[in-house]
């Protein structure tokens, strides 16, 4: 008579030790596992007829791949059997975790000199956004990098930093000059700004693997301009 199989899968506890994603990281090195085994070791436990790689592999057919997964709002996780909110937060802050990684190695030990400084420095934090992001640089009295904030998160219409906000933040935190990233009231920050006697560097949209640069178009010189007639 043919043995009827199991309808759950054996779970990971049971599995063959050098079969086990956390053993088998410990023993053999992060780089030996699969991108759903190190998933499972975040989620570790899993649900009803599916162990935690299952769930991982779930995840990377769902959304295709890790860089994918970056901008997955909290909600679509939520569909997955099996993944509530601490396995999800997890999940979400080792991502951020390896974002801000590549942003270190790229950090800027010295002074900003250009938009493209920048954006080497920032490009790995902003990729793959789902919701427009508005961070703000302080730069110190050396134009180095000395605070990097998020404003707020939203979508591209109803995203609103304030900009009596962002000058306090700068004033609060001693610093000469800022960097913005919405296109939207640049003119209106670089007055303020200017009021307070804050340097504007520049305004830099990111997206889609390219920038675009207000001080490099020009724009920042003539926002200047018309602030110091105006002003």
């Known amino acids: 008579m043919k043995k009827k199989e199991s309808k ?28 759903a085994e190190l998933l499972a070791i975040m989620i570790r436990t899993g649900a009803p007829g599916k162990s935690a790689v299952d769930i991982g592999r779930e995840l990377l057919h769902r959304f295709k791949s890790l860089r994918a997964m970056s901008g997955v709002d909290t909600s679509e996780f939520k569909k997955i059997t099996g ?94 000059s800022i960097i913005d990233a919405d296109k939207r009231f640049t003119k209106s920050l670089m007055m303020a700004a200017k009021a307070t006697g804050i340097s504007f560097f520049d305004h830099i949209i990111i997206g889609d693997n390219s920038y675009f640069s207000f001080a490099d178009e020009g724009l920042i010189g003539e926002y200047k301009a018309v602030a110091i007639r105006e002003l």
């Open 83 to 176: 993944l509530k909110n601490a396995k999800i937060a997890q999940i979400k802050a080792a991502i951020e975790l390896g974002r801000r990684m590549l942003s270190e190695e790229k950090a800027l030990e010295g002074p900003v000199k250009s938009s493209s400084d920048v954006v080497g420095f920032l490009m790995p934090l902003m990729g793959n956004q789902k919701k427009e992001r508005f961070v703000l640089l302080l730069l110190d009295k050396r134009n180095a990098i000395s605070e990097v904030m998020d404003i707020e998160y939203g979508t591209v219409d109803q995203a609103n930093p304030y900009i009596r906000d962002i000058i306090q933040m700068a004033i609060r935190y001693n610093a000469p």
């Open 8 to 35: 759950y899968p054996i779970p990971i506890r049971e599995w063959s030790e050098d079969d086990r994603p956390r053993e088998k990281l410990l023993k053999y090195g992060e780089h030996t596992l699969s991108n």
